[in-house]
Nanobody, 124 residues
Framework: QVQLVESGGGLVQTGGSLRLSCAASGRTFSSYAMAWFRQAPGKGREFVATISGSGGYRYYPDSVKGRFTISRDNAKNTVYLQMNSLKPEDTAVYYC?????????????????WGQGTQVTVSS
């Protein structure tokens, strides 16, 4: 049974930082790409960041590039999302996801398993 458990969300002021963590279990962690998505109230799920199984490839949309950094520790079966210079428009529930393979992808349908989500709220 694959499980993904996110942590690290919370309330932060504009310009602040948060680090999200996602602990994975139930499959060979290093064999699969991981990603973070987010969903704001009334909006669809949005791609935030992805990292390959080895950690050698990463990709971000323009909305977070230069502010967010995805990383992984395959020894700890954990993926992280460091979020800096946060803006009110970053407010959302953040989900980590595990891919069907080791290559990065930006579409939600490329990811098989999902965590329960963690709330990030950025106050203005």
């Amino acid at each position: 049974q694959v499980q993904l458990v996110e942590s690290g969300g919370g309330l932060v002021q504009t310009g602040g930082s948060l680090r999200l963590s996602c602990a994975a279990s139930g499959r060979t962690f290093s064999s699969y790409a991981m990603a973070w998505f987010r969903q704001a109230p009334g909006k669809g799920r949005e791609f935030v960041a992805t990292i390959s199984g080895s950690g050698g490839y990463r990709y971000y949309p323009d909305s977070v590039k230069g502010r967010f950094t995805i990383s992984r520790d395959n020894a700890k079966n954990t993926v992280y999302l460091q979020m800096n210079s946060l803006k009110p428009e970053d407010t959302a529930v953040y989900y980590c996801a595990s891919a069907t393979g080791s290559l990065i992808g930006v579409s939600a349908n490329e990811y098989t398993y999902w965590g329960q989500g963690t709330q990030v709220t950025v106050s203005s």
